[in-house]
């Protein structure tokens, strides 16, 4: 449960749950139903995705399977082949999911504007218990944080290109790949 992972009371959340963190009408609609509702108790807005998402797992294998899952064909470079490819781009698109949804919650919302609430994002990590942010600086893997919603498209064009060049994205590579995609 959520008041767990964040060590708070019963009924002091208002969670709005879905599979692969998609931001459907029903959703907005009981953020919004929140924001209206309880203006002097929520701060924040947080989109929460967690490691090894069923819903993302899926669609990254419809991704590397695409006559199996759907008959989408497209071609995609050798590095699909390496052991590790699908754990890293599953890493890589549970924190993009959870990124985008913040971005489009943001948008969608305006509930800075509005309501003077922010939005973040992060993953809660189902191995350790803790909800962990991306790691942002490549030396590191400081993933302790929530990370705030993306402002602009680059943003999560930056994001993704700074999730692919990350050591939590290259520790499920093969060390062959690591020396050609990830040069010390």
């Known amino acids: 449960p959520s008041e767990i992972i964040f060590d708070v009371r019963g009924n002091q959340l208002f969670i709005v749950r879905v599979a692969g963190n998609v931001l459907a009408d029903e959703c907005l609609g009981s953020i919004e139903y929140a924001l209206h509702n309880f203006k002097d108790s929520v701060h924040l807005l947080v989109v929460l995705g967690h490691t090894w998402c069923g819903a993302v797992s899926a669609a990254v294998d419809a991704y590397l399977s695409p006559t199996r899952h759907n008959s989408i ?10 052991p590790g490819y699908r754990a890293a781009l599953i890493e890589v698109s549970v924190y993009l999911n959870a990124g985008m949804t913040a971005y489009h919650l943001q948008e969608e919302m305006r509930p800075d504007e509005t ?21 942002l600086d490549p030396k590191t893997d400081d993933t302790s944080r ?28 093969s060390v062959g790949l690591r020396q050609t995609r990830y040069p010390e």
């Open 73 to 82: 064909a497209f071609t995609r470079s050798d590095v699909a082949a390496d």
């Open 146 to 173: 929530l990370a705030a919603a993306p402002t602009r498209p680059d943003d999560l064009v930056e994001l993704g290109h700074v999730l692919a060049a990350s050591p939590m994205v290259a520790r499920h590579l």
């Open 115 to 135: 309501f003077g609430v922010r939005v973040a994002y992060g993953v809660f990590d189902v191995t350790t218990g803790r909800v962990i942010g991306p790691d």
